[in-house]
């Protein structure tokens, strides 16, 4: 009996030079690459690179017209520049030392020591993490502020005319808030790799005598150092760019970059030297990023 024609001549029908029919998933991934990449490419240049580039131009163009290096060689000449850089630094070294043991801490207890409410608070963590920074600084001025809650309790229970925290309005309190509110983005990574960790290992530990102490710095932190890497260096680089925390606080004897390209756009109207500012955080911030997909790689983050 002879067979079907029609598989054969359906085959045929696809496989002729001027056949048409309907395109397969095949058929379209086979478009050029550049039109896939185009679009995103462009918009990622009119969004954020053609705004960068207007940034590095104005850094070179001073008031007096022209292209030259003096804005950059003026800015690096004044003593402000230089107290905001240290201030900067400073502060985002110490703000990310204080989140990393803090944080480490904090998602110790979470992680390993059962509490009623501990998988709520592991729960809060991730809510807090989408809170604006000036909101943590607003709180903490209604508890340690000229006129807060501490402050207030002081002054009616000794009749002082103030009281004794004076501090949010130093670099101290910057520090704090700064801290405050970045040992979230510390604890996020530390409870993911923590829940990874095979409890085994732990138990063996304990009943070969080892003290917690022991446990923690043996078998715990090696299994953490990629999640604190992590955690670390974003907390340094978003340290290095905080804006509102500073302000907030009221702290103007504090001036770090982000501040002081504020002051040099808005306030005195310099752009040049806003820009060169700008592009020295910027260039700073990149660096710091670069070193942490290095560490990241080589920790295994």
């Known amino acids: 009996m002879a067979g079907d024609p029609a598989p ?73 520049f230089r107290e905001a850089l240290g201030t900067t630094v400073w502060l985002a070294v110490g703000a990310t030392v204080g989140c990393l043991v803090l944080g480490f801490l904090l998602a110790l207890v979470i992680a390993f020591v059962p509490f009623p409410g501990g998988k709520a608070v592991a729960k809060f963590i991730d809510v807090f993490l989408s809170f604006p920074s000036f909101l943590i600084t607003l709180a903490l001025l209604f508890v340690y502020g000229t006129v807060g809650m501490a402050n207030g309790v002081w002054t009616d229970v000794t009749g002082a005319d103030s009281g004794p925290f004076q501090f949010l309005t130093t670099p101290w309190g910057v520090l704090l808030a700064e801290i405050t509110y970045f040992t979230p983005f510390v604890m996020r990574p530390l409870l993911a790799a923590f829940s990874q960790l ?69 306030l005195e109207s310099d752009y040049p030297a806003a820009c060169v500012v700008a592009v020295v955080n910027i260039a700073i911030s990149v660096g710091l990023y670069g070193l942490y997909r290095v560490v990241s790689r080589r920790v295994g983050a």
């Open 8 to 80: 054969a001549a359906a085959a045929l029908t696809r496989s002729a030079p001027g056949a048409t029919g309907p395109r397969t998933g095949a058929d379209r991934r086979q478009l050029p690459t550049a039109v896939w990449v185009l679009p995103p490419v462009l918009i990622l240049a009119a969004v954020f690179l053609y705004p960068l580039a207007l940034v590095v131009q104005q850094s070179f163009s001073p008031d007096s017209g022209g292209t030259s290096l003096q804005p950059y060689t003026d800015v690096f000449a004044s003593a402000a």
């Open 198 to 266: 095979d409890t085994a290992q732990l138990e063996v530990a304990s009943s070969l005598g080892a003290r917690p102490a022991r446990i923690v710095r043996r078998v715990i932190l090696p299994e953490a150092l990629p999640a604190l890497a992590a955690g670390g260096s974003l907390v340094l680089v978003m340290c290095l760019n905080e804006f509102g925390i500073v302000l907030f606080t009221g702290a103007k004897g504090v001036t770090t970059l982000p501040m002081l390209v504020y002051s040099k756009a808005i």
